[in-house]
């Protein structure tokens, strides 16, 4: 029996119809056979560009209220903390925050599996066209194809450890077993981008914005590079970065424009090296249920702060907000002393000044009546309300993630972010890049880039070691999926979160708390420092040799019994 490919919108029709057994006996639209199919250069676009969709779809879509790869990299990190209304909110991802997670934890469970997915839309343009690549645009395609499957087999060996290599579509039966090694997974990636450079096109320019928006030759670079860090061969990595972060094709934006990075205005910069390009159209990929998806749906409630802790919502937030992730306090401090009042800090955070009077950074509604800083000193339209204090936060108040009144995208729906989902940019490549050399013994070379970034930020400019390595890393990326994989990579995990794993701050603004000095006569932000996982007797420690990685979801283990935990305390 031929296979058939059948488009998403007939499949998406057939699961929300009901409908009498007469109505189903129709003639079938909008299919191919694979005999047919799989032939010309306009196949192969089209196979490819239904690859792109599914990426789109399973690694920057939401599922509910949430992004799988957003809170699984992120809130396993060191620097954030898992908010919300209190230790009870959104308990499907903020239990990976406190190590609480097991093998049947939600989030990781989708991110497995709809990683996968994606994998297999990879596939499908590698089996059917690999052999008949007899085109320039065919071997193109099937370049694509292998580097976005190396990237995404990267990243699962980065959270899974072992997980298994899909190289072909499944057949009937088949089960996966584990690769052999994280390592020889992560070299069999770098060999994947290396082998599909050849055939892949070059960015053209750096104002090229729809050269950021599929797998090109640069996206490959950056993929055997960083594969080739996490597998320990420096020398490797280098050897790929080196022409990256040398190409005309790509630039650091300048310090003024860092904010526009995570949101709309950047989509397609000159900095971003390979982006899933969302693009809200109610016609197309599923239409409107499909775009609110693909546009994370509310998941901009989530990266927001708490609006029912304020008396209005701030003029920096499209929606109101859940304040379900926070910046960890003592890395805000941190920060903070580094950058100063740099751009990048600015774009990352804001201090309790600006966030209460800075019309331009963050600005409220009240402030179109007030004239005076005097006037905004004594205004209830504006801070903390919540006398308990807003949960797992301090005086500082992250922004970078925060979705922009310009992110939205009202033709959807305006809980939908209309920001590409970046999957990798300059300003990692070029850390990636002076952390090899700096392995290598080319310590000068990687002071380069490492002071470009310093530069742009704004900060002081240092020499090139490892401890400065790892700051400048944590605060050039915080929040964009790198932080976890880093200190577990460096065999720094457990002592970074011993500083920090139930230390949760609570923020206050006096202006409201009867009994304080500024009491209806001054905002005043403070914070106090609390463990509600130890009293509540949910405080787990994080572990070593079980933490630093993901278990295999269990419901994945259940029906492939080839397929087994191979990391530390999760073996039984």
């Known amino acids: 029996m031929k296979k058939i490919i059948i488009s998403l919108a007939v499949c998406a029709g057939f699961l929300v119809a009901s409908c009498d057994e007469d109505r189903l006996d129709i003639e079938q ?21 239904a690859m792109y969709a599914q990426f789109l779809d399973n690694l920057a879509g939401c599922e509910g209220i949430w992004n799988a790869w957003i809170m699984g990299l992120n809130y396993s990190a060191d620097d954030v903390f898992a908010a919300g209304g209190d230790i009870t909110d959104h308990p499907d991802f903020r239990i990976l925050n406190e190590f609480r997670h097991d093998e049947r934890n939600v989030v990781s469970d989708v991110l497995y599996k709809k990683t996968y997915k994606a994998i297999y839309a990879a596939n499908l343009v590698i089996n059917y066209f690999d052999g008949k690549a007899d085109t320039p645009t065919k071997k193109r395609c099937v370049a694509e194809a292998r580097t976005m499957r190396a990237y995404a087999h990267m990243m699962l060996a980065l959270v899974f450890y072992r997980p298994p290599l899909v190289d072909h579509l499944l057949g009937a039966g088949e089960k996966t077993t584990n690769c052999e090694s994280q390592k020889g997974l992560l070299e069999w990636c770098a060999t994947e981008c290396e082998e599909a450079m050849a055939d892949l096109k070059e960015r053209s320019g750096a104002s090229d914005a729809a050269g950021a928006f599929v797998a090109t030759k640069g996206f490959a670079q950056f993929v055997a590079g960083k594969a080739s860090v996490f597998a320990g061969d420096m020398a490797r990595a280098a050897k790929n970065l080196k022409p990256l972060v040398e190409s005309s094709n790509y630039a650091l934006v300048p310090g003024n424009r860092f904010r526009d990075l995570f949101h709309v205005e950047g989509n397609g910069c ?25 546009g994370r749906w509310m ?13 209005a919502k701030p003029n920096i937030s499209a929606v109101g907000g859940w304040g379900g992730a926070s910046i960890n306090d003592q890395f805000a401090i941190k920060m903070y002393a580094n950058d100063g009042d740099g751009p990048r800090r600015k774009a990352t955070f804001l201090t309790p000044d600006e966030f209460l009077y800075d019309h331009d950074l963050c600005g409220w509604p009240s402030d179109t009546a007030m004239v005076t800083l005097e006037q905004k000193k004594k205004d209830p339209g504006r801070g903390i309300t919540k006398i308990g204090g807003s949960f797992s936060r301090g005086i500082y108040l992250e922004v970078k993630m925060m979705m922009h009144p310009n992110d939205a995208e009202l033709t959807i729906g305006d809980n939908c972010n209309n920001t590409n989902f970046c999957l ?41 070691t490892l401890q400065t390595l790892q700051d400048e ?24 979160y011993d500083k920090v794993l139930d230390n949760i701050p609570y923020l206050y603004d006096d202006f409201f708390i009867e009994g304080t000095a500024y009491y209806q006569k001054e905002h005043h932000l403070r914070a106090e420092t609390k463990h509600p996982l130890k009293e509540a007797g949910q405080y787990f420690p994080f572990q070593v040799n079980k933490n630093e990685y993901l278990p295999i979801p269990a419901g994945v283990l259940e029906i492939n019994d080839q397929l087994h935990q191979c990391w530390g305390a999760w073996v039984k």
């Open 29 to 49: 639209k909008a299919v191919s056979s694979t005999a047919t199919f799989y032939k010309t250069d306009d196949d192969a676009v089209s196979a490819t560009t």
């Open 270 to 294: 000159e900095e971003k090296i390979m982006e899933l390009n969302f693009r809200g159209n109610a016609n197309l990929g599923g239409g409107y249920w499909g775009n609110i998806f693909r």
């Open 299 to 311: 998941v901009a409630n989530v990266l927001n702060w708490r609006g029912d802790d304020m008396p």
């Open 424 to 464: 990798a940019r300059l300003g990692e490549a070029y850390l990636l890049y002076a952390e090899a050399c700096l392995n290598n013994g080319n310590k000068d070379e990687g002071k380069k880039y490492l002071n470009m970034i310093q530069a742009r930020a704004e900060a002081p400019i240092t020499d090139l």
């Open 473 to 496: 890393k944590q605060y050039e990326l915080w929040f964009e999926g790198c932080r976890f994989n880093d200190i577990v990579r460096w065999g720094i995990a457990k002592e970074c």
